[in-house]
């Protein structure tokens, strides 16, 4: 039906109505005084929201941006990283730290599954000459649905000196992140996931130690450049011109989120991931990270029955429900389907969600006992 | 009035209502086939629009980026590169090369002054060694209202061999550019100008000699990786997820321009602009850039009246008429103020502003007989 497509990808996400009457606004000008007294908010907000007293800059890019931005404003050629790789965007620091001449170390786990602990311990202890400047590391890996243990391996890579790189795109406004108690160096994030926006904008944070490797770097990105934006931050503004559009859009869910409150955004990601994962376990179908401690409250990934293909279930979903699931990626391509619930997401759109699935699996031929998911969803909500 | 507010800046500029409803519209997945056809008739209508037969990559990112993205794509550090700087745009295209390693040389001029083209000549007849790899220039000069005989200056370059990369922000649909016929290199554009979209997407086209020098570049930009945009492009795809809404938004407006027809486009902007310096020249003011010759269709730099500052003239402007004009940049700041005939701006839109300013100055003491400009530009319509 025109207009009731519903997005479970990872991005985009669902917007709310308020956010797009705002894009749907003439712009302002980007040096107005208007313009910057929602820049003064939305600068506030964004600390609260990464629950940091670091600066978070502003950049007019997808995420990938971001990521970019953290390796070039801290990276030397030569400069020794370790890429925890979990998933496609941990493998993409590690791309992104290579063609800053950097020189690469993946540590590689089976794509569905987390770092080991005791593996990075082992491995920072042996780099007794202190040569590895910048771990990087996946909060929820997007590609996989995996969420990895970051508290725990932040806090070995604290003990070793290394600087750290945390993707948060998918769990900044979803997941619990504590940079600052955590020490997390740079963290970064997009807009079309926890913030509720369409794409375009992602963001940074920066510590201090961020900040003074910044003072280091020969050849930082002037468009991403780190002292542009934190000049222009503490004078309400921006350094070049950002999509206006959507950073009123941005001020608009921001004050959402703030009026639902951090936890209960967390509560409600944790409460509607776990409760499709029970719904498909409760279908007979396997997710793809078995253990509900390295799920992601972002992003959930679904085998197949045997003998239906990931391609005939989007396709379902969609023709018969306008409810868009993502393919897996790469490798994963076919293996796996999808689920987002990330960002504004509610549970009705979960219950309708499972319901099509269910549906759509049995006229494909599956055995599936109708209303077993939704079921098993329901209970978990009592 | 709410709501009533135009901008006559030179970026962001006027939307069309056509544009906005796209922008209002819930994003749609940026790997559907839906999308995918969307960014096909886009891809092949920038080729229209940046008349050429190269392929024109799009970036979510200010037009800062894409200058980002000409010179981290093609530049080593130690290479050679001539920036001819008119004003602050291109300034920073020499700040750019300066953080990519090169070995930059200005030849600046008087700000609201051109190029001149027997100088360009005579510095690059004396680079017997062919050393200098890159010049960077600029077609219309944003922060001063001038622009460069750059089809002159593009000659002169093409007959060294040097790769030329051209500031198209304020020019490409506004002003004629060909860049097949002239001999450009790189030119790069921003959404929130000729295009008539809000700010946040930014385009590059790159000729077949850049894609060569960025096969020898060491260490390209991720983001702005002129391969990775490239092989996405040829599947209607680009590398990272889009900002959707202003993808969609900008489908919309190609198809108005491509309607209004590009000659049509160009006689638009040159008429208004103009006509718009005759009204100014008719009010007893005087114009920054004196010679018609030079002037840039899409922003003019007028000086205020002596003893009457740009702060008062933009303030009664703003508050009295809902219009916001644009103050100097840096040491131009207060001396002069901009106004732009960029984008989707028409006739009615620059009497009414005509009109507007008369009444600011003539309340502000300025001797000005009211009705003078609009006399002039309404003459120069015939």
Known sequence: MRDKQFLMIPGPTPVPQTALLEMGKAPMGHRSTEFSAILKEIYADLKWLF????????????????????????????????????????????????TRGADVERMVVDFGKTIDINALKERLAK??????????????????????????????????????????????????????EWGIDILISGSQKGFMIPPGLSFLMASDRAMKAYEECKYPSFYFDF????????????????????????????????????????????????GLRKAIRAM??????????????????????EGISVA??????????????????????????????LGYVCERDVIGSIGALELTLKKLGANIELGSGVKAFLESLI
Do not use: W
């Not at 590391?137 to 600087?163: F, R, W, Y």
């Not at 997710?287 to 679904?302: C, E, G, K, Q």
């Not at 993502?326 to 293996?335: E, P, S, V, Y």
């Open 284 to 305: 007979g179908l396997k997710l793809f990270v078995d253990d509900d401690n390295f799920a992601s409250y972002s992003i959930t990934a679904i085998l197949p029955p």
């Open 127 to 180: 780099d007794v000459n202190k040569e590895i400047k910048v771990v990087t590391l996946t909060h929820s890996e997007t590609s996989t649905g995996c969420a990895n243990p970051i508290k725990d391996l932040l806090a070995v890579i604290k003990e070793h000196g290394a600087l750290s790189v945390v993707d948060g795109v998918t769990s900044v406004g979803a997941m619990e992140v504590k940079p600052d």
């Open 51 to 98: 629950q940091t007293k670091n600066n978070v800059f502003i950049f007019t890019a997808s995420g990938t941006g971001a990521m970019e931005a953290a390796l070039s404003n801290i990276l030397n050629p030569g400069d020794k990283v370790l890429s925890l790789v979990i998933g496609n965007f941990g493998e993409r620091l590690a791309k992104i730290s290579t």
């Open 312 to 341: 005939d279930i989007r396709k379902g979903l969609k023709e018969d429900f306008d409810i868009v699931v993502a393919d897996g990626q790469n490798d994963l391509k076919g293996k796996i389907f999808r689920m987002g619930t």
């Open 227 to 274: 002292a542009a934006h934190k000049k222009n931050l503490e004078k309400d503004t921006t350094p070049y011109t950002p999509a206006v559009s959507l950073i009123c859009a941005l001020n608009a869910t921001l004050k959402m989120m703030k009026e639902e409150g951090l936890d209960n955004i967390y509560a409600r990601h944790k409460r509607l991931a776990l």
